[in-house]
């Protein structure tokens, strides 16, 4: 049973991953077909991301009212059209115009999919839950992302788009077949808006998320595009070298409930955000070769998968009654984070250079350390020697 509730929520961040991701490796060849520089192809991100802060906003109580399957369902088939749209679009504008439909499905799967962890399990299984929901984002990079790389290769970069195409589909077909989950009666778009920022925990909460998002999304944006003109590497070796970190991130975030078991979990979030900028520094300006930057990149990773898994965690807890609304508040930080994250690191690469870049997202990261250190845990307890394991059904 529990693998069943969880597998939709899975797959509809992992769909959300997989429409963001698919940019990384495509960059620099985007930006030669429509002679744009890469701050200007990674502009759609942005729009991706302005969107999805929008719609995320106002879907959030929607998801406390009608259940999670509805929206994950929604959320799929956005996806798809967004990436038949992207692969067709013959100018940049277009390219511009298929991101607002992928970022409306992204607001979509990604809150529903976080906010269908306190549907679906409770007590110690959430955090548990969480682990996977959150490491599963990771799948879009393992899997997704050598084929992404391969088909930009062998065919064309509009080809890879089939890649989160068929992951949307797949999101699809989950949220129409997810089991009904407890509808909490979420009120209207206002209402979900003031019950976050009226809680001063909880808007301290998201704004340590939005923080956070803004540094970690400057780094994944142009990691690709670093190794290509860092390393002359072709887009393929790109598409196998991005996915490492990923494997780290989802073996992490998978046992992370762990760590929260053992160790205070404000403490250990703030010390993985400050983990992860300490760690991007060295990534962005010391490459004596490959296999160094790609082990610091796994080490940003394992940091990223503790502070994401266990501060998700800790965002449900704010809210307990509107599990939707925070959710949909977490959605909207993150995207907004990645509007200012790819924006702002376009800029900085453009006029400073990648080095530079690196010391911009260590401030970032440790801004977001000290924050968390504010934010309330209605569930902290004494830390356990060993954590009772979910067993799933």
Same mark, same amino acid.
């Given at each position: 049973?529990?693998?069943?509730?969880?597998?939709?929520?899975?797959?509809?961040?992992?769909?959300?991953?997989?429409?963001?991701?698919?940019?990384?490796?495509?960059?620099?060849?985007?930006?030669?077909?429509?002679?744009?520089?890469?701050?200007?192809?990674? /502009? $759609?991100?942005?729009?991706?991301?302005?969107?999805?802060? #929008? =719609?995320?906003? !106002? %879907? &959030?109580? @929607?998801?406390?009212?009608?259940?999670?399957?509805?929206?994950?369902?929604?959320?799929?088939?956005?996806?798809?059209?967004?990436?038949?749209?992207?692969?067709?679009?013959?100018?940049?504008?277009?390219?511009?115009?298929?991101?607002?439909?992928?970022?409306?499905?992204?607001?979509?799967?990604?809150?529903?999919?976080?906010?269908?962890?306190?549907?679906?399990?409770?007590?110690?299984?959430?955090?548990?839950?969480?682990?996977?929901?959150?490491?599963?984002?990771?799948?879009?990079?393992?899997?997704?992302?050598?084929?992404?790389?391969? /088909? $930009?290769?062998?065919?064309?970069?509009?080809?890879?788009? #089939? =890649?989160?195409? !068929? %992951? &949307?589909? @797949?999101?699809?077909?989950?949220?129409?077949?997810?089991?009904?989950?407890?509808?909490?009666?979420?009120?209207?778009?206002?209402?979900?808006?003031?019950?976050?920022?009226?809680?001063?925990?909880?808007?301290?909460?998201?704004?340590?998320?939005?923080?956070?998002?803004?540094?970690?999304?400057?780094?994944?944006?142009?990691?690709?595009?670093?190794?290509?003109?860092?390393?002359?590497?072709?887009?393929?070796?790109?598409?196998?070298?991005?996915?490492?970190?990923?494997?780290?991130?989802?073996?992490?975030?998978?046992?992370?409930?762990? /760590?929260?078991?053992?160790?205070?979990?404000?403490?250990?979030? #703030?010390?993985?955000?400050?983990?992860?900028? @300490?760690?991007?520094?060295?990534?962005?300006?010391?490459?004596?070769?490959?296999?160094?930057?790609?082990?610091?990149?796994?080490?940003?990773?394992?940091?990223?998968?503790?502070?994401?898994?266990?501060?998700?965690?800790?965002?449900?807890?704010?809210?307990?009654?509107?599990?939707?609304?925070?959710?949909?508040?977490?959605?909207?930080?993150?995207?907004?984070?990645?509007?200012?994250?790819?924006?702002?690191?376009?800029?900085?690469?453009?006029?400073?250079?990648?080095?530079?870049?690196?010391?911009?997202?260590?401030?970032?990261?440790? /801004?977001?350390?000290?924050?968390?250190?504010?934010?309330?845990?209605?569930?902290?307890?004494?830390?356990?020697?060993?954590?009772?394991?979910?067993?799933?059904?």
């Amino acid at each position: 049973m529990h693998r069943r509730r969880l597998l939709p929520l899975v797959l509809a961040t992992a769909a959300t991953q997989a429409s963001i991701v698919v940019l990384a490796p495509l960059l620099v060849e985007i930006g030669r077909e429509f002679d744009a520089s890469l701050g200007e192809v990674g /502009l $759609a991100r942005s729009v991706l991301a302005g969107t999805a802060v #929008a =719609v995320s906003l !106002a %879907i &959030g109580p @929607l998801i406390d009212r009608i259940g999670v399957g509805p929206l994950i369902a929604v959320g799929g088939a956005l996806a798809m059209a967004g990436a038949g749209i992207s692969a067709a679009a013959p100018t940049l504008p277009v390219f511009y115009l298929a991101s607002l439909v992928t970022g409306a499905g992204v607001a979509c799967t990604l809150s529903a999919g976080f906010a269908g962890v306190a549907t679906y399990f409770s007590g110690a299984r959430v955090e548990w839950a969480m682990g996977w929901v959150v490491g599963s984002q990771a799948a879009a990079w393992i899997v997704g992302t050598p084929v992404i790389g391969f /088909l $930009a290769e062998e065919g064309s970069w509009r080809l890879s788009f #089939a =890649v989160p195409a !068929a %992951i &949307g589909a @797949l999101a699809l077909v989950a949220g129409l077949l997810a089991p009904p989950g407890q509808a909490l009666g979420g009120g209207g778009f206002r209402d979900g808006l003031t019950q976050v920022f009226r809680e001063p925990s909880a808007r301290r909460w998201t704004i340590a998320e939005l923080v956070a998002y803004s540094a970690w999304t400057a780094e994944i944006t142009y990691a690709g595009a670093f190794y290509i003109e860092t390393y002359d590497l072709g887009e393929g070796t790109v598409g196998l070298l991005l996915p490492i970190g990923s494997v780290v991130f989802l073996v992490t975030s998978t046992n992370t409930h762990r /760590l929260t078991a053992r160790y205070p979990r404000r403490p250990l979030i #703030a010390l993985a955000a400050f983990g992860m900028g @300490l760690a991007i520094v060295p990534v962005l300006n010391w490459t004596p070769a490959v296999a160094v930057t790609v082990l610091l990149i796994c080490a940003t990773a394992f940091f990223a998968a503790v502070r994401s898994a266990g501060s998700s965690a800790l965002g449900l807890a704010q809210l307990p009654e509107s599990p939707g609304g925070m959710m949909g508040a977490r959605t909207a930080s993150a995207q907004l984070g990645y509007v200012l994250g790819a924006a702002g690191g376009g800029l900085v690469i453009e006029l400073l250079g990648f080095g530079a870049l690196g010391f911009v997202l260590f401030a970032g990261m440790g /801004l977001s350390a000290l924050l968390v250190l504010r934010v309330a845990d209605p569930h902290a307890r004494v830390p356990a020697r060993r954590l009772p394991e979910p067993v799933p059904d």
